[in-house]
């Protein structure tokens, strides 16, 4: 796409962006460092990611509270045991309130490129803003694309679509025979709380999950201590993810038992067990999720759908139910979000082409060979099935700052990681990954490609990531630039700069 920039270029140091939990992190951690010469660019108008699009009945984060916060900037009051939505929302809108001056809304990045001689990041956004930095992070998340699957008919549907994703609170669902398409862990959340209110709920299963009793019932009173305890309690089960069968017998056993707790009628039970290995789809943490389809106004149809009409669903078994609203909960288009970034590296190789032609490597998830300088935040191979995905983009952020600093020390512009450490790295997660839960549990989920690879999750303990992320090993890089000088101040050279061909004078 030819964009011209209407503005004149500003030049940063840093340049996030996304202003999500991982992009306000970075951001505040900057501050906190003593960096503020940085712009955090995000295209929507307001600022919270995930938590600001996501806002279905029930939207809450499934895992205890304590952990859902960075270490720098402790949410310790926290007044549910696992926050809610708004609250969480409110939690990132404090981060952001510490350098509001410093984020650009609308700002969608339609190009940036690597300026190998200027050592630089220039980037442009859709309305023509232009900007230079000399670190850019991409902290754009993996699950920001609703997936809404193309069913026959749905078009002539009469009443409201929604996607759990995309919610309008307007939509009236009292006594409504509500469709509800898709069982993960927004379906979870979402059907208890809106079984009360409407008048039937069909729960459309095409896959059942395997569901464990919740983490953490009430906030606790000493929130620091309960954030170590927590931590500690999710890490135990890693194993049961990344091969261990006795682990993984134990969870199973646990899960069965908590079937069998809360659903009496033996039919819905074998309609609700999975057949695949527990941990290879998300888990389920919920004690409301199971009574929710037990209770009588809910029906769990486990015939595929087949089609629309105006007036409800019909399955391939040739039924009609009748439906006032239907609920897309069918997750997100996961797979090539990050590539889809329009980032141009050395050799002018972008990145979706780098990722096309050698498959999906990083280094740590956070670095790209022959993209200097980027660091990606919720990168590849970077979340957990279980534990606080929070502590992952904390030690990305680190890993960030401790390559700034590293660079500063020796008097280089940038960084670029070779390709045969990325490539030892990369191989040696990937070999984890196929022993784990998610390549051997028999399912498919949005953790793997359409080639079955996993570029989603990190195949252990969290700490493990963190001690090796811990550091930024130079001697692992391409140092580019030897004078950082300029780069220090925020300041850099009058120079020529070209993009689309038109040459531009860098003020
Ligand atoms: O999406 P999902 P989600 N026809 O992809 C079904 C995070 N999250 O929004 O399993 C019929 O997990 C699909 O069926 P199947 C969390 O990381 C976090 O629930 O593919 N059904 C599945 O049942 C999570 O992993 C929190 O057979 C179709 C469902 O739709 C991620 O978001 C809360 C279909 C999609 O499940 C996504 O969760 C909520 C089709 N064509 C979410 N296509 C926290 O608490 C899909 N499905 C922090």
Redesign the pocket.
């Known amino acids: 796409m030819a964009v011209t920039w209407n503005n004149e270029m500003r030049s940063t140091r840093v340049l996030v962006i996304g202003a999500g939990f991982a992009g306000l992190g970075m951001a505040a951690r900057l501050q906190r460092a003593g960096i503020r010469d940085f712009v955090v660019l995000e295209k929507a108008g307001d600022l919270g990611g995930?938590w600001r699009d996501?806002t279905y009945p029930g939207?809450?984060?499934?895992?205890p509270s304590v952990l859902?916060s960075y270490s720098f900037a402790r949410g310790d009051g926290w007044s549910d045991a696992?926050a809610r939505q708004p609250e969480i929302l409110d939690y990132l809108r404090t981060l952001g309130s510490g350098f509001a001056d410093r984020i650009e809304f609308g700002a969608e990045v339609v190009r940036g490129e690597w300026d190998e001689g200027a050592a630089r990041w220039t980037v442009v956004t859709a309305d023509g803003r232009a900007f230079e930095a000399q670190f850019l992070v991409a902290a754009t998340g993996a699950?920001h694309l609703p997936?809404r699957?193309r069913?026959v008919g749905v078009d002539s549907f009469a009443g409201p679509v929604v996607h759990?994703?995309d919610w309008d609170e307007r939509i009236d669902l009292d006594g409504k025979r509500v469709a509800v398409?898709?069982?993960?862990?927004?379906?979870?959340?979402l059907i208890p709380e809106i079984v009360e209110r409407a008048g039937a709920v069909d729960v459309?299963?095409?896959?059942p999950?395997w569901v464990l009793p919740p983490l953490g019932t009430r906030p606790p009173r000493l929130p620091r201590l309960a954030r170590i305890g927590w931590y500690w309690r999710a890490e135990a089960t890693a194993p049961a993810f990344a091969g261990s069968t006795v682990a993984s017998a134990l969870m199973h056993r646990r899960a069965v038992r908590h079937l069998h707790a809360q659903v009496a009628d033996p039919e819905l039970r074998r309609a609700l067990t999975p057949d695949h290995r527990i941990g290879c789809?998300?888990i389920i943490?919920s004690d409301n999720y199971f009574p929710a389809l037990a209770s009588g106004s809910t029906r769990v149809v486990t015939t595929?759908?087949g089609h629309v009409t105006p007036t409800g669903i019909v399955t391939a078994d040739g039924v009609t139910r009748p439906a006032d609203v239907l609920v897309?909960?069918?997750?997100?288009r996961?797979a090539g979000s990050l590539a889809a970034l329009p980032l141009t590296g050395r050799g002018g190789t972008t990145l979706q082409q780098r990722w096309m032609s050698g498959g999906v490597r990083t280094h740590h998830g956070i670095t790209v060979a022959g993209m200097p300088n980027l660091f990606l935040l919720s990168g590849p191979n970077t979340?957990l099935g279980h534990n606080s995905?929070v502590f992952m983009i904390e030690s990305q952020i680190r890993y960030v700052l401790d390559a700034i600093r590293a660079l500063d020390r020796v008097g280089a512009a940038a960084l670029d990681v070779r390709e045969e450490v990325q490539e030892a790295v990369d191989a040696g997660v990937q070999q984890r990954l196929r022993r784990a839960v998610w390549s051997t549990g028999g399912?498919?989920?949005?953790?793997l490609d359409g080639r079955g690879r996993n570029h989603a999750l990190w195949p252990g303990f969290s700490w493990k990531y963190r001690l090796r992320t811990r550091r930024v090993r130079l001697r692992d890089h391409h140092l580019i630039g030897a004078s950082a000088g300029a780069f220090r101040s925020g300041q850099s050279p009058q120079r020529p700069l070209v993009l689309d061909g038109v040459r531009q004078t860098q003020r």
Do not use: E, M
Request: hydrophobic share 35%; aromatic share 12%; with cysteine.
């Open positions: 995930t996501n939207c809450a984060c499934d895992i859902y696992r699950l997936k699957p069913i759990t994703a398409i898709g069982t993960g862990a927004s379906a979870a959340q459309y299963q095409r896959t999950a789809k998300r943490r595929a759908v897309y909960a069918t997750g997100f996961v979340g995905v399912c498919g989920s949005w953790y």
